[in-house]
């Protein structure tokens, strides 16, 4: 089944590339832009059938290696 | 001083490192690689080098921090074995929980190379006990993820335990503090981003890096 992992900086992290964007942004004429944070996102296709063990796995796997607890959150999606 | 270089797919400060270690000692460093499940035994001192490990995916250092290797590393500082990280090193120590705090890109989004100034902050380490506090240093950085980050309760605690080992004269990255490099707990592991084995030979233009591959070996007391 097809999983899919969205990594975000978790508030008060200061993102320099959200920044970075944000001005490009208003560079190129996009007024009102007030905050942009940059993340990333990972998808994964698993052998696992049971959406609530793949969930749990992908849980196991965001705190060993994906995501950076100390300053991202991450969010997992099991798309079937 | 029996010292090993761990070596990752990547890695490029490794032979630097091993060199500093050995005009130190006046021992050779073991070179490890990183699939190995164990270190050599009775090791003083277990250094990681700088470079691009796994090309910096995910995040600088997260894989290399779960490679084999790495857990007999943790091992080895929990049971009071010195660990020096630099660059890329420093990195992976974070990764892999010996070092608090994270490393992120650098605030002003570029890589930057040049010598920089070091405030030695604490002379009571195993890595800094040949130098005063406050004694300044050029050492080389080259980094582009080099931006330490601490929340005020982690930085406190640092500033409280004496476990800022470097601070940057001049912040080239955006690093909270002016930090440089942070020791454990134990003080025995150290974590720094300039690159204290680039300036070792006075023929590529000083050796104030030396002082600190000195340190360890005067630290540990234990002959060549």
């Given amino acids: 089944m097809k999983a899919r992992v969205d990594i975000t900086l978790k508030n008060g992290v200061l993102d320099p590339q959200g920044k970075a964007i944000q001005h490009a942004l208003g560079t190129l004429g996009f007024g009102g832009v007030e905050a942009v944070r940059q993340g990333k996102v990972i998808e994964l296709d698993l052998a696992e059938t049971d959406p609530a063990k793949a969930e749990a796995t992908l849980k196991e796997m965001c705190e060993k290696l994906l995501a950076n607890t100390v300053i991202e959150n991450y969010s997992i999606e099991v798309l079937g | ?224």
């Fill in chain 2, 1 to 224: 001083m029996k010292s090993a270089v761990i070596v990752f797919p990547g890695s490029n400060c490794d032979r630097d490192l091993a060199i500093g270690l050995e005009r130190a000692s006046g021992r050779p460093a073991e070179m490890v690689w990183h699939k190995e499940a164990s270190l050599p035994e009775g090791l003083d001192v277990v250094a990681l080098p700088g470079g691009f490990s796994f090309g910096d995916y995910l995040r600088c250092g997260a894989i290399a921090a779960r490679m084999p290797i790495m857990q007999a590393v943790v091992d080895f500082a929990n049971k009071g074995g010195h660990v020096i990280g630099v660059c890329n090193g420093f990195q992976v120590l974070i990764e892999s929980g010996l070092l608090p705090g994270a490393l992120m890109r650098n605030s002003n989004l570029k890589f930057v190379c040049k010598d920089v100034e070091l405030i030695t902050t604490t002379a009571n380490s195993p890595f800094t006990n040949t130098l005063q506090k406050g004694q300044r240093l050029t050492v080389p950085v080259a980094h582009h993820d080099g931006n330490y980050i601490a929340d005020s309760d982690l930085l406190f605690k640092l500033q409280s335990e004496d476990r800022i080992a470097f601070r940057y004269a001049d912040n080239p990255n955006g690093s909270v503090d002016n930090i440089a490099g942070i020791l454990s707990e134990n003080r025995r592991v150290l974590g720094m981003m300039p690159h204290p084995e680039r300036l070792n030979d006075p023929a590529l233009g000083g050796n104030d890096g030396s002082h600190i591959f000195e340190s360890l070996v005067k630290g540990l007391m234990v002959p060549a």
